[in-house]
């Protein structure tokens, strides 16, 4: 049985005079970690709420773990981008209580609060009232809050959000363990070198519909110019095969003609004698990928 | 809908919001005033003794009577022990300033015609009317003007007329309860007070339900309990949980009273429900609809404010309408079954806190009970269906007041 996690074809609504999602379609499969990825409007927000049953579509298919959104409620965990603890709750027991509406005992759901308390390293913070706790802190707990019932799948929305790096460090690890524990992720960031990290398959949204959709490494694939960075710079310019010779932050990117082969480059390099610390194949990062595409759509923005 | 989900939510307003400070101190606060009622009571009932036996004091000095309009002159019978009969007024005010009267009282000349008859004093505005001593004289004008005129039994009638004793109807043309003066008190006052009781709770437990709907959409907890609950199944956790908190909070009071009464209270309390059991339960009645309908418009109120401040002006709106019935208290006090008390006891948001004040006061026609309920009865799930969807439009619209023209919109979406 190998369904996916979440399917969604042709998803459609609107507010009153905005098209949030325009006939957005795309699945995630079991035990990855997919990025859903998007500027600012695109709509991502309003489809994981639909996704999480808040909202209702006005058309199109939702199947969140095979059912109908809200029918797998308990099955799935949601830490909102607009989230909240209360705040003159203590903290394990605000986690309890949420863990309660998730269908659990009262008793399971306070031992599951704990330890996930330690795991997030808030063990000593159980007992103080939410408001207490650093803004950084309460992200942990809500992280931990969202996790409490064991869920299935895990929707997260802007995750690092207000994080330092030791914290999104311990974050990441979070989530490759739950990847490692069988649990399918569906992450939204705009930390996009944390995305890359972590995501194998993502969708890109703008404008409410998928541009661009698929696994990671063949997406940067199917965008990365065919070129090689070099360091140190070297005085390629004019060598067979090389179109263009750019400087980026202190790397060349030597641009290749079409076809032409990056070994080829090397031994020239070498049969000069030149030294080299480093010769890679240029991928395109994801962020690179993303402002390609979303400029790009902006050419073509709907009236 | 999950019960199961809507009694943990009941379950933990509850006890979240019975911890509160606020409500410890508010609840405590009744019977603390009523201690405090009883000590301060105790202290006077001394003082008071004191300033009595005063009072008497003052009494036993006569008060002087100067007769201008020639009826009353010699005094009558068996008055020359209070009064004194002056020949003119000078001399009374010399004997008032000497301090051998209490006061005095001039019968002008044309006191057949107007009744007219001025009371003088030192002392103020108490003693003056202290030296009117208006039952004593009252019987001396009578005694004066009948005297001799009428048969003896008829001077005796015509002074103390009358002897009144309540008879309360029930619609078979029954007499209801007993005519003791008593327990006709006790029949009336507790179940008024028990209805002062139940409005307050009403609305404390309704402002609780606005500050935690306000609450969770300000601290933005609420989309992730909405990803767990339906807003149906919250709201309807919330209504639960907050009117146990209410109902506790009266019988706190009640209880108190109880305790500190001596259990008097609870005697009376037993002789008024067994006098009239249909009034406590049309009371109880009124508390729940009273509340279901509160306690939703003040939910919703709490879901379509952008924060705690502006929920509460939107709430305002509607306690104004359970407000109105108190401001007319002492209208409806005077006639419980006029017009106006009639008029706001069929008008829904004003009809709970109506009747619950003149169930205790008068027996209410069953016309008047089946229109009021009938409304109300009809109101409420309007109202629990519109605060619904309302509740759960409001709740995700951070920082936008929905307008009206969106209200709608989000009531005609089913």
Not at chain 2, 23 to 33: D, H, Q
């Amino acid at each position: 049985m190998n369904e996916p996690s979440l399917y969604v074809e042709d998803l459609r609504k609107s507010y009153a005079t905005v098209v949030a999602v325009d006939g957005l379609t795309f699945q995630v499969e079991r035990g990855e970690i997919f990025g859903l990825l998007g500027p600012n409007g695109a709509g991502k927000t309003t489809t994981i709420r639909i996704l999480m049953d808040i909202f209702k579509p006005d058309a199109g298919t939702v199947r969140v773990l095979g059912q109908p959104p809200g029918a797998a409620r308990q099955r799935v965990g949601y830490l909102p981008e607009e989230r909240g603890l209360y705040r003159a709750l203590r903290v394990s027991e605000c986690l309890t209580y949420l863990g309660q509406l998730k269908g659990m005992a009262r008793a399971a759901a306070q031992r599951r609060a704990e330890e996930l308390l330690e795991r997030v390293e808030l063990a000593d913070w159980g007992k103080r009232k939410v408001e207490e706790l650093s803004r950084g802190m309460q992200q942990k707990a809500q992280l931990a809050a969202s996790l409490i019932h064991d869920p299935d799948l895990i929707i997260l929305d802007e995750p690092f959000q207000g994080l330092d790096p030791v914290n999104a460090e311990m974050i990441r690890g979070i989530i490759r363990d739950l990847r490692a524990q069988g649990k399918t992720i569906v992450l939204s960031a705009h930390e996009m070198s944390l995305v890359e990290m972590l995501c194998e398959r993502i969708v890109l949204i703008n404008h409410g519909r998928a541009v661009l959709n698929g696994r990671l490494a063949d997406l940067k694939k199917q965008f990365s110019p065919n070129a090689i960075e070099i360091s140190p710079p070297l005085p390629v310019e004019g060598w067979p095969g090389v179109a263009s010779v750019a400087l980026e932050d202190g790397r060349q990117r030597v641009t290749l003609t079409p076809g032409a082969e990056p070994r080829d480059l090397l031994r020239e390099i070498f049969n000069r004698g030149l030294s080299l610390d480093r010769f890679e194949r240029a991928t395109a990062t994801l962020d690179e990928i993303f402002v390609t595409v979303v400029r790009g759509e902006a050419g073509h923005e709907r009236p | 809908m999950s019960a199961r989900s809507i009694l943990t939510i009941a379950w933990h307003e509850y006890l979240v919001n019975l911890r509160r400070p606020g409500f410890i101190f508010f609840t405590l606060l009744i019977p603390a005033l009523g201690l405090l009622g009883l000590i301060v009571a105790g202290f006077f009932s001394g003082q008071a003794m004191g300033f009595l036996e005063n009072q008497f004091e003052r009494a036993s000095q006569q008060t002087g009577l100067v007769d201008q309009s020639g009826l009353f002159t010699p005094l009558p019978a068996g008055f020359g022990g209070q009064y004194q009969l002056f020949p003119d007024e000078a001399a009374a005010r010399q004997a008032l300033l000497d301090g051998s009267l209490s006061g005095y009282v001039v019968i002008e000349p044309d006191y057949l015609e107007t009744g007219d008859v001025t009371a003088y004093s030192i002392g103020g505005l108490f003693d003056a009317v202290n030296a009117a001593d208006s039952d004593t004289l009252r019987l001396l004008l009578v005694h004066g003007l009948l005297a001799g005129q009428v048969d003896a039994a008829v001077l005796e009638r015509a002074a103390d007329p009358v002897n009144v004793t309540p008879v309360t109807l029930n619609e078979d043309g029954q007499p209801t309860g007993s005519t003791d003066i008593g327990s006709a008190i006790a029949s009336f006052i507790i179940p008024y007070v028990l209805s002062i009781f139940l409005i307050i709770s009403i609305f404390t437990a309704s402002s609780y339900l606005l500050r935690s709907v306000s609450e969770e959409k300000e601290t933005r907890v609420i989309e992730v309990v909405l990803s767990s609950v339906s807003a149906t199944e919250l709201l309807t956790g919330k209504v639960l949980g907050l009117g146990a908190l209410g109902l506790t909070q009266v019988l706190v009071w009640l209880g108190s009273a109880v305790l500190l009464s001596g259990g008097l209270a609870a005697v009376a309390a037993g002789v008024a429900v067994a006098l009239s059991p249909r009034v406590f339960a049309l009371s109880a009645l009124y508390f729940i609809l009273g509340y279901l309908l509160y306690g939703t418009l003040m939910a919703a109120a709490g879901a379509l404010g952008t924060s705690m401040r502006e929920s509460q002006q939107l709430a305002g709106l509607f306690s104004f309408g359970a407000a109105v019935p108190m401001m007319f208290n002492s209208l409806i006090f005077a006639s419980p079954n006029g017009t106006i008390a009639r008029a706001l006891s069929y008008f829904p948001l004003t009809a709970p806190t109506t009747m619950m004040l003149r169930l205790p006061l008068t027996n209410v026609s069953t016309l008047d009970l089946a229109i009021s309920l009938g409304l109300l009865a009809l109101s409420i799930p309007v109202v629990l269906w519109a605060g619904a969807k309302v509740f759960r439009m409001g709740l995700l619209l951070y920082g936008k007041r929905p307008s009206l023209v969106q209200i709608v919109k989000a009531l005609r979406q089913a």
